[in-house]
Structures are given as C-alpha cells and as structure tokens.
C-alpha cells in the first residue's frame, strides 16, 4: 500500500507561479512511476506530468509543457509540480498517483494510488 498526500494547492493570480507537493509512504518510493492529474468541474481527469522511478524519464501533457516541471526526491519520498506562468484553465482539484507499472503512462486508469487532491485556483 502507498499514502499520497498533496499540499501546496490555492489562489493564484494568472502568470504566477505555484509549487505543488505530494509526500509518500508505504511501499518503496523509488519504484514508483509518479504522476500529476487534475480534473475541472464537469470535466473528465486528464494527465498533466509524470516521472520514471529514478527521474530520469518525464513526459507531459501539451497544455502545460514548457510551463510545468515535475521532479522527485527518492531520499524525501516526495515529488514535486512547479507551475510557472498559470492560466486560468489550469483551475482546478491537482492528485498526486503513483503506480509500480505505469511506465509514465497518462492514463489515469492506470495508476493505483491517489492523494486525495488539493485544490488550485487561477485568476484572471
């Protein structure tokens, strides 16, 4: 079993930045495929950065590249999304997932353990 638990969610105005935290405990962290999702109201959750077990591998969603960073300290057992220059389609409830054999994967259907989320909100 993993324990997600993320931090860091709240107010921002639009071009601000955000840093988001997800700590972990329970099984090894350092074999876990970590990720980021959100989800909007009335929208489905949609993958927004994920990480390989030993950070050297990252992908993200087309929305958000060159914007967001995602990195992971397997000493700390955390990961980490820094959220530069927000918009505020980036408004909405940000989960932490992990998964041993997601393989970056952006499915969220994939993935086994969540945080219970926090939120972000993105003013105009």
């Known amino acids: 079993q993993v324990q997600l638990v993320e931090s860091g969610g709240g107010l921002v105005q639009a071009g601000g930045s955000l840093r988001l935290s997800c700590a972990a405990s329970?099984?090894?962290?350092?074999?876990?495929?970590m990720a980021w999702f959100r989800q909007a109201p009335g929208k489905e959750r949609e993958f927004v950065a994920a990480?390989?077990?030993?950070?050297?591998?990252?992908n993200y969603a087309d929305s958000v590249k060159g914007r967001f960073t995602i990195s992971r300290d397997n000493g700390k057992n955390t990961v980490a999304l820094q959220m530069n220059s927000v918009k505020p389609e980036d408004t909405a409830v940000y989960y932490c997932?992990?998964?041993?054999?997601?393989?970056?994967?952006?499915?969220?259907?994939?993935?086994?353990?969540w945080g219970q989320g926090t939120q972000v909100t993105v003013s105009s």
């Open positions: 997932a992990a998964d041993r054999f997601a393989y970056g994967s952006t499915a969220w259907r994939e993935y086994t353990y």
């Open positions: 329970g099984r090894a962290f350092s074999t876990l495929t």
């Open positions: 990480i390989s077990w030993s950070g050297g591998s990252t």
